[in-house]
């Protein structure tokens, strides 16, 4: 096997343990889960941790190199017209080949699934356009997002209450698998051709503009359409009885995910080779490299998305409605956070995040260190989404006061944590969150005979919002530490120039 390859499922294969374990704990203490579902269960984790090995693999040789490519002809580019146009479609042709996006579209059948999705990615390619000129022209990332954040909260109040809650998922789920490796290396490749100080820190941020897009495109949407009702396809348990059935259902469903991963993949493909053509980047042996890459993320995706809606949706799902139609109904948010804490370490995505924020920094924040701010963050969130389940809580009492905090933070903290805080946030809210975390909220929610529209829904936009704050609190602590490390600095500078005055004056002393 290939060394690096074993290295990435290892790392898969510790990040999802604890959430099996989880699971097998609930199975035995709280809700008994048939046989058939746990074995179902079991083998969708070991089709995610396979997935999610070859997935880290591909996105490494193909899609970083692709993405910092192409941001470093663009920085070339003369003419702010073919910048502009350039982001606009890399930004729509990356977002049409998400597979979350096709997931969410048919989520809301009163809008057509071809409109729904053109909105998304054509609100993704502006907003990437505006984040590539905001790296070109060093503007500050800040301001940008006080403007777009506050349009977003004036928008929303006239967008029907039923639409709003997919709208602010919307831009959670458009920041997955497939656009967060090339976007954030697109970015780094932008910056690179700077090489002023701020470079480093304005690589960050194109994932956090990009996400703002979709939710504005999608209420502006609902606008025009009002629709009336939107209804969420559940996750159906399978009934498997022998070995040869659950076999089965994952063989019925792997045709299902070649062909949508594969129509996913083809534009990227398209970009790749179009762009070699024009600018003859990459040699022989480069152009090997990414193409296997692209072989890697595509295996690794089919797998990833199979293992996770086969195995892990039906029992997310089943779990939210076991735990509220019990007495353990309460116990669902500590549960429900638990979950959230480990749940984010399985997100392909945040790993190829934590590693370029690890480069960027030189090591001053670490993967480990961002892996951990990320999951206290997510498992806040699932709480907070959980309470709104159990109780109806407004998505808006959250909402407003959650981007208020992040957006007031955003002006104290260091600029380079500003771009990761809010980058992070759509990082997090990856296809775990939209096919585990979100049936279990829509099981419960629909045990509680509540409206899953207005409460169930929302639990990736929360899973997007808290970790602005987390991750902007731990910039708070990374700029005190270097205040003091610089005050240590000094006095060490200052006392070396002392004892150099004393010998100097103790060697006059002598020659007098």
Same mark, same amino acid.
């Given at each position: 096997m290939?060394?690096?390859?074993?290295?990435?499922?290892?790392?898969?294969?510790?990040a999802?343990?604890?959430?099996?374990?989880?699971?097998?704990?609930?199975?035995?203490?709280?809700?008994?889960?048939?046989?058939?579902?746990?074995?179902?269960?079991?083998?969708?984790?070991?089709?995610l941790?396979?997935?999610?090995?070859?997935?880290?693999?591909?996105?490494e040789?193909?899609?970083?190199?692709?993405?910092?490519?192409?941001?470093?002809?663009?920085?070339?580019?003369?003419?702010?017209?073919?910048?502009?146009?350039?982001?606009?479609?890399?930004?729509?042709?990356?977002?049409?080949?998400?597979?979350?996006?096709?997931?969410?579209?048919?989520?809301?059948?009163?809008?057509?699934?071809?409109?729904?999705?053109?909105? %998304?990615?054509?609100?993704?390619?502006?907003?990437?356009?505006?984040?590539?000129?905001?790296?070109?022209?060093?503007?500050?990332?800040?301001?940008?997002?006080?403007?777009?954040?506050?349009?977003?909260? %004036?928008?929303?109040?006239?967008?029907?209450?039923?639409?709003?809650?997919?709208?602010?998922?919307?831009?959670?789920?458009?920041?997955?698998?497939?656009?967060?490796?090339?976007i954030?290396a697109?970015?780094?490749?932008?910056?690179?051709?700077?090489?002023?100080?701020?470079?480093?820190?304005?690589?960050?941020?194109?994932?956090?503009?990009?996400?703002?897009?979709?939710?504005?495109?999608?209420?502006?949407?609902?606008?025009?359409?009002?629709p009336?009702?939107?209804?969420?396809?559940?996750?159906? %348990?399978?009934?498997v009885?022998?070995?040869?059935?659950?076999v089965?259902?994952?063989?019925?469903?792997?045709?299902l995910?070649?062909?949508?991963?594969?129509?996913?993949?083809?534009?990227?493909?398209?970009?790749?080779?179009?762009?070699?053509?024009?600018?003859?980047?990459?040699?022989?042996?480069?152009?090997?490299?990414?193409?296997?890459?692209?072989?890697?993320?595509?295996?690794?995706?089919?797998?990833f998305?199979?293992?996770?809606?086969?195995?892990?949706?039906?029992?997310?799902?089943?779990?939210?409605?076991?735990?509220?139609?019990?007495?353990?109904?309460?116990?669902?948010?500590?549960?429900?956070?638990?979950?959230?804490?480990?749940?984010?370490?399985?997100?392909?995505?945040?790993?190829?995040?934590?590693?370029?924020?690890?480069?960027?920094?030189?090591?001053?924040?670490?993967?480990?260190?961002?892996?951990?701010?990320?999951?206290?963050?997510?498992?806040?969130?699932?709480?907070?989404?959980?309470?709104?389940?159990?109780?109806?809580?407004?998505?808006?009492?959250?909402?407003?006061?959650?981007?208020?905090?992040?957006?007031?933070?955003?002006?104290?903290?260091?600029?380079?944590?500003?771009?990761?805080?809010?980058?992070?946030?759509?990082?997090?809210?990856?296809?775990?969150?939209?096919?585990?975390?979100?049936?279990?909220?829509?099981?419960?929610?629909?045990?509680?005979?509540?409206?899953?529209?207005?409460?169930?829904?929302?639990?990736?936009?929360?899973?997007?919002?808290?970790?602005?704050?987390?991750?902007?609190?731990?910039?708070?602590?990374?700029?005190?530490?270097?205040?003091?490390?610089?005050?240590?600095?000094?006095?060490?500078? %200052?006392?070396?120039?002392?004892?150099?005055?004393?010998?100097?004056?103790?060697?006059?002393?002598?020659?007098?």
């Open positions: 290939n060394p690096k390859l074993k290295e990435k499922i290892l790392e898969s294969l510790s999802v343990l604890p959430i099996t374990g989880i699971v097998l704990g609930i199975s035995i203490l709280f809700i008994p889960i048939d046989l058939g579902t746990i074995v179902m269960f079991f083998c969708g984790a070991v089709m941790v396979i997935g999610m090995g070859f997935f880290q693999l591909g996105a040789m193909a899609m970083t190199p692709l993405g910092e490519g192409i941001g470093v002809q663009i920085s070339k580019k003369r003419r702010i017209f073919r910048v502009v146009l350039i982001g606009f479609l890399m930004g729509a042709i990356i977002t049409i080949s998400e597979p979350d996006l096709q997931v969410l579209a048919r989520q809301v059948p009163a809008i057509p699934n071809i409109v729904l999705i053109l909105t %998304i990615a054509v609100g993704v390619g502006i907003f990437l356009a505006l984040a590539i000129l905001r790296i070109l022209f060093q503007i500050n990332l800040s301001g940008i997002l006080l403007a777009l954040y506050a349009a977003v909260i %004036i928008v929303s109040f006239v967008v029907p209450k039923d639409f709003l809650a997919v709208a602010f998922d919307s831009g959670g789920v458009t920041t997955g698998p497939m656009t967060v490796p090339f954030m697109l970015g780094v490749g932008l910056a690179s051709v700077r090489g002023d100080k701020n470079a480093a820190s304005d690589s960050f941020g194109l994932v956090a503009l990009s996400s703002v897009g979709p939710i504005l495109a999608v209420l502006v949407l609902g606008c025009f359409f009002n009336s009702e939107t209804a969420y396809t559940a996750a159906v %348990i399978a009934d009885v022998t070995t040869r059935d659950v089965r259902e994952f063989l019925f469903e792997i045709p995910y070649l062909k949508e991963v594969m129509v996913s993949l083809i534009p990227v493909a398209a970009v790749f080779v179009i762009f070699q053509f024009v600018s003859r980047r990459y040699k022989r042996h480069q152009i090997k490299r990414i193409a296997i890459g692209l072989i890697y993320t595509y295996a690794g995706l089919v797998l998305l199979c293992g996770v809606n086969v195995g892990f949706a039906p029992v997310g799902l089943l779990i939210g409605k076991q735990m509220v139609s019990d007495s353990f109904r309460w116990l669902l948010i500590p549960i429900g956070m638990l979950i959230g804490y480990y749940i984010v370490k399985a997100e392909p995505a945040i790993q190829v995040l934590n590693r370029q924020v690890e480069g960027v920094t030189n090591g001053a924040v670490s993967a480990k260190t961002m892996n951990r701010c990320l999951s206290l963050g997510v498992a806040v969130s699932v709480g907070l989404a959980l309470l709104r389940v159990l109780t109806g809580l407004p998505i808006y009492w959250i909402m407003i006061p959650g981007y208020a905090i992040a957006l007031v933070l955003s002006g104290i903290v260091p600029k380079m944590f500003v771009g990761i805080a809010f980058d992070s946030g759509g990082v997090a809210s990856g296809p775990m969150t939209t096919t585990f975390l979100l049936p279990l909220s829509l099981g419960a929610c629909e045990a509680l005979d509540g409206n899953v529209m207005t409460d169930a829904f929302g639990v990736v936009a929360l899973v997007a919002l808290v970790p602005l704050i987390a991750v902007q609190v731990m910039g708070i602590q990374y700029k005190r530490r270097m205040t003091a490390a610089e005050g240590i600095a000094e006095q060490v500078v %200052i006392v070396d120039e002392s004892d150099e005055i004393l010998e100097f004056e103790e060697e006059d002393a002598d020659e007098s």
